[in-house]
């Protein structure tokens, strides 16, 4: 339990600007928008900006009950047959060296009309795939439910890029949710055992230099 206490003590010590070893800043969207996180595009790519997407509602992402999740309404600008567009989101973290869990809930639902797309989602470390879901096809009123995770092994020390990416080979529609919605919630990074106990003793040494 002290390990924890003490890793614990760095994430607040770590400040605001980047999320530390523990943890990803704003990864349930409990500050209700996307602080922390950068959106970005796709060649030909749409997160749903006519409509005012990407944001922050309440949706049951994981199955286990509604929280605040952020929603998107990806595709093409233009369409081009086969090609996937989209976008995402990321943000920098700054870890220490050693092994690491990463995971994200995801969904997709479309209320008002079938479509034959609800999404590819793909968790992106420093810019590389490292999991990735397809949804495909659904029925009005379908929402699929998923998880993104990646035991990352071996990270070295520094600045590391997270990142969510979501495209669909098909343009965004013509108004606000008559193509699928994406979800993304509870992205969590957090070490494996083995490199919490290092970051433990880590910060108890620096504590002893302190007195």
């Given amino acids: ?39 970005f595009l796709t060649a030909n790519g749409d997160l749903g900006g006519d409509w005012g997407l990407p944001d922050v509602v309440l949706f049951d992402t994981s199955g286990l009950g509604e929280s605040n999740a952020a929603r998107f309404q990806v595709g093409q600008v233009t369409y081009q047959s086969y090609v996937f567009a989209g976008g995402g989101i ?3 973290v700054v870890l220490e060296a050693g092994d690491y869990q990463l995971s994200a809930s995801i969904a997709s639902s479309c209320l008002m009309q079938a479509n034959d797309e609800f999404g590819w989602f793909q968790l992106l ?13 659904g029925e009005a009123g379908t929402v699929f439910r998923d998880k993104l995770e990646a035991d990352l092994v071996g990270l070295a020390a ?3 890029e997270i990142g969510i990416r979501m495209t669909r080979d098909w343009r965004t529609g013509s108004f606000l949710g008559d193509t699928p919605f994406q979800y993304v919630d509870n992205v969590r990074l957090v070490p494996e055992p083995a490199t919490m106990g290092l970051l433990g003793l880590g910060l108890v040494a620096l504590m002893r230099k302190r007195k």
């Fill in 125 to 137: 470390v420093d810019g590389k795939v490292v999991d990735s879901v397809v949804f495909g096809a």
């Fill in 1 to 39: 339990m002290r390990a924890w206490i003490i890793v614990t003590a760095a994430v607040v010590l770590c400040g605001s600007g980047t999320a530390s070893a523990m943890g990803i800043v704003n990864g349930g969207f409990e500050t209700g928008d996307l602080s922390g996180w950068t959106t």
């Fill in 90 to 92: 990321y943000q920098n």
């Fill in 158 to 160: 520094g600045s590391h």
